[in-house]
């Protein structure tokens, strides 16, 4: 999959490519560098990294996915980085018709709910129901299911679904279509956007200079804009 023709190789989650591609295309001109970039759900990176695809660098949008690459060897683990959290939120059609105010309102009857069963939002609504104590009210209206984030998203952008499980930057990243309903504190869940270096690399000075970039205050304003929050 990775050109020669590029210095670096990014291999990325579809959800977590777009304040990434714009960091990169800063950290490019600044080191007149060349970096390609392979976006797709990670369990096809990781396929395509496992057969020898060329690939320096890998971002996800959770922590858990970078565990299981750590564990069959894909990653430098010493190199793993957080670019930033997200806060999950109820993401609805633009227009919120189900008028959904709450998480109370997804137990209504007839709301059709929507979850996704891979990728980065893997049992997010567990999480949150769980915190709500609504697991079993909620449960019953999920209808709908979605194997990535780009496919959940996909039940509001066709307006299939009246609500999903998702992230507040979504609402960010899809502002024609979406909108954020935010949760209470109480219920609130985060979890990290990672990015870490790929054990097979064969230019791993560049791709850990490429990881202090994106984590370093530089690329703050490519991130925070579209709903990440930082920390340093």
């Known amino acids: 999959m990775g050109d020669d023709k590029n ?18 295309e800063i950290f ?9 970039m392979r976006i797709g759900r990670p369990n096809v990176l990781f396929e395509e990294i496992t057969r020898g695809d060329r690939a320096d660098v890998i971002c996800t949008g959770a922590e858990y996915m970078l565990d299981e690459a750590a564990e069959v060897g894909l990653i430098d683990g010493d190199s793993r980085a957080s670019l930033g959290l997200r806060r999950s939120a109820i993401i609805v059609p633009l227009g919120n018709p189900a008028k959904i105010r709450s998480v109370e309102d997804l137990c209504k ?3 059709k709910v929507g979850i ?52 507040s930057a979504f609402a960010k990243l899809w502002p ?10 109480e219920h609130q869940i985060f979890r990290s956007t990672v990015v870490s270096v790929v054990r097979s690399s064969e230019n791993k ?7 202090e970039f994106l984590a370093s205050p530089e ?8 709903g990440w929050i930082r920390k340093h």
């Open 116 to 167: 996704a069963t891979e990728g980065c939002l893997k049992g997010l609504w567990d999480d949150v129901a769980s915190r709500a104590g609504l697991t079993d009210a909620i449960r019953k209206n999920i209808v709908l299911r979605a194997d990535s984030c780009g496919s959940v998203m996909a039940l509001i952008n066709t307006r299939k679904a009246d609500a999903i499980f998702g992230w």
């Open 28 to 36: 490019e001109k600044s080191r007149a560098m060349k970096c390609g």
């Open 7 to 24: 210095d670096l190789m990014i291999f990325s989650a579809g959800a977590v490519a777009p304040p990434l591609q714009k960091a990169v």
């Open 109 to 111: 009857e007839g709301v």
């Open 176 to 185: 024609q279509s979406a909108e954020a309903v935010e949760l209470r504190p």
């Open 219 to 226: 690329a703050d304003e490519q991130y925070t804009s579209l």
């Open 205 to 211: 000075a560049d791709a850990k200079a490429l990881i």
